[in-house]
């Protein structure tokens, strides 16, 4: 083995750890800095380079929907430049833009996300490619092929399950609620740690539990700020105010068009309507986008663990997820006649079965839309929630020349009044500000950053969490980097005769909230760290002992000869050191203790004498 020698002042306390600094950088690549949409941040920590989700922006339909990847490498695949990737849910602005990643871009490392985010992750991807290019024919994008090889390279977490991914690196899952496999991960390096949450909810709803992490105490939680500013109200009183809308709307003849997303907050008010309308004796028909609802139940019943505790109890008795009232949706239904109520994906308007419908119903005003989430900037959903009634929308037309083998494809944009109600009910899987301030009571990190909000709302929460945890909270935007400074605990075992000696000159006892220096010398062996005497050091090492001495010039006037005065010298400090070792030696020095004083006289003149005193560095000066 190989040995380090280090002169070392150590902070003695009881847990016998020391203090060592460290940077970890962070760094959104054009997502979820100062935005919603587009999740992927780089971290680096520990000589590691991890990337945290890796998503689009579902406002753009260009270039702007994927993050900027040239920020990690101007040319080349990012293999060789990232340690990992992992994914924290299937929902597309965390996940959507990982095809695009690795198999274009190019990165064939390992890619980890949890069970049900492998299982249904592609078929969201799949869903969307389809959209994207079949439907409106873009280029520049991902294919179905490249979707399978890109999950060819995931490998499945289990929560709690601790998975090293190299000798140094290691990744631990936590249950976040928010949809089902949603997963907070903590990732460690050495002693250096950082806890990314994804999106994650702290309150338990109607089919999933609320989130969890222990103690972990990471150098940094990189925690999502959706609703920074937002304190929801009574999860009943909302339920309460969703059935009445709906059921007024129903009343009087109206159409109810509720956009959600394939999985998750779906489910949640599915649940609700189908109690409510059993109870109501209600006819008017409630229909689910077709394929959906038989795909959800696929995969709560495989993955029935990831769901609430009620839930699980009542499965065998009874599916939660086979509804009597809520049939499958044919896109013909949208034009039938009387009261109805549809859910369509996707949740934001911005594409899809739920925006056809939506052109369809926003001309009546005995109609509803209820938007159950938030919607990023640059959807439709974001903007008729902001008050705009008309929209320019993007229509297709498309001609096909029968004798020539040729089709050619119109886009036409054409303006929409929107005359339909429109309701904001937020029932949204994300923790408000409340939330956020219970999760950094549970993980008690040293650092704080905000992701995945709004600007002016990360601010406030910012100046919220720094006045009551006196933490360092950091808000990056995209493309910059904010680098911490960690002080991790490194374990080093001490000697007992080092402690001994410690408690010898009559220090305080060991006490963690109060750490005092000692002084050692800092041994490495084989990954191990140990803090001995230097007496005990160089025995082990196998060194000879060098001492270090430290020398000055005094000058005085003395008309004596030089003998003599040593002589005079001599007395007199036997005089006033008393209970010291004085002594006049043969060759003709003085020494007190280990302290040598020599006599000489100046060249230039007889009567000046120059004192030469030399100590060691362990003395500790004599007043005399």
């Known amino acids: 083995g190989c040995f ?26 054009q997502g979820a800095g100062q935005d919603v949409g587009r999740s992927c941040i780089l971290v680096s920590i520990g000589g590691k380079n991890i990337m945290l989700d890796c998503g689009m922006h579902m406002g753009y339909n260009d270039d702007r929907r994927f993050p900027d990847f040239s920020y990690i490498t101007q040319n080349g695949r990012l293999t060789e430049f990232l340690d990992c990737v992992i994914i924290s849910h299937f929902h597309l602005d965390h996940c959507g833009a990982l095809p695009y990643m690795s198999e274009m871009v190019g990165y064939d490392g390992p890619i980890y996300m949890t069970h049900p985010t492998k299982a249904i992750c592609p078929i969201l991807l799949e869903d969307f490619r389809k959209i994207t290019v079949d439907k409106k024919g873009e280029t520049n994008f991902f294919t179905s092929q490249m979707i399978k090889d890109c999950m060819k390279k995931v490998i499945p977490l289990n929560l709690h399950q601790t998975v090293q991914v190299d000798d140094e690196l290691e990744i631990k899952a936590y249950y976040a609620g928010h949809v089902l496999g949603a997963a907070m991960v903590h990732i460690k390096v050495g002693s250096e740690s950082v806890v990314y949450t994804g999106d994650y909810n702290m309150t338990p709803d109607r089919h999933l539990g609320a989130a969890w992490i222990d103690k972990c ?7 999502e700020s959706t609703y920074a500013t937002t304190i929801r109200d009574s999860k009943r009183c909302r339920e309460r105010d969703f059935l009445k809308k709906v059921h007024e709307s129903i009343e009087r003849g109206g159409k109810v068009l509720i ?21 109501m004796n209600l006819k008017a028909p409630i229909y ?10 696929h995969y709560y019943k495989l993955f029935i663990t990831w769901t609430n505790q009620k839930i699980r109890k009542t499965f065998v008795q009874r599916n939660m997820f086979e509804f009597k009232h809520i049939k499958a949706f044919d896109r013909s239904y949208a034009d039938n006649p009387g009261p109805m109520v549809v859910f369509a994906t996707p949740g934001m308007l911005h594409a899809g079965q739920s925006l056809q419908i939506f052109k369809k119903w926003a001309g009546n005003e005995k109609n509803m839309v209820i938007m159950p989430g938030y919607c990023v900037q640059g959807t439709i959903g974001h903007k008729i929630l902001n008050g705009q009634r008309k929209l320019e929308m993007e229509g297709r037309a498309t001609v096909r020349k029968l004798s020539f083998t040729f089709t050619l494809t119109f886009f036409l944009l054409c303006n929409l009044d929107v005359k339909l109600q429109v309701e904001y009910m937020s029932f949204s899987a994300h923790a408000d500000a409340k939330g956020i301030m219970q999760l950094i009571r549970m993980a008690e990190p040293r650092n704080m950053l905000l992701v995945h909000g709004e600007a002016v709302k990360m601010e406030f929460l910012k100046g919220k969490i720094e006045q009551e945890f006196s933490i360092n909270c950091y808000m990056p935007a ?23 000696r410690e408690m010898a000159l009559g220090g305080p006892l060991p006490d963690p909230k109060k750490p005092r220096t000692m002084h050692g010398t800092l041994i490495m062996k084989e990954n191990s760290l140990k803090l001995v005497s230097s007496e005990q050091a160089l025995k082990e090492l196998g060194l000879n002992e060098h001492q270090l001495r430290f020398t000055c010039r005094v000058q005085l006037q003395d008309p004596h000869s030089d003998p003599d005065t040593l002589h005079r010298i001599y007395t007199h400090l036997k005089s006033v050191l008393k209970g010291y070792t004085i002594q006049h030696l043969p060759d003709g020095t003085v020494m007190v203790e280990s302290i040598v004083i020599k006599v000489s006289s100046s060249a230039e003149d007889p009567n000046t004498k120059v004192l030469l005193l030399s100590w060691s560095y362990q003395v500790t000066f004599l007043r005399c």
């Open 259 to 279: 956009p959600v997303f394939a999985l998750g907050r779906a489910q949640e008010l599915c649940i609700l309507l189908e109690t409510f309308w059993e109870r």
């Open 4 to 29: 380090l020698l280090l002169w070392y002042n150590s902070q003695l306390c009881e847990s016998n750890e020391c203090s060592f600094i460290f940077n970890t950088y962070l760094f959104p690549l």
């Open 217 to 223: 105490r990471p150098d940094i939680l990189i925690s």
């Open 288 to 297: 689910f986008s077709t394929g959906l609802t038989e795909k959800a139940n």
């Open 478 to 500: 995209n493309g910059e980097t904010t680098t911490v400074t960690t002080n991790p605990s490194v374990p080093v075992d001490i000697s007992l005769n080092l402690l001994k």
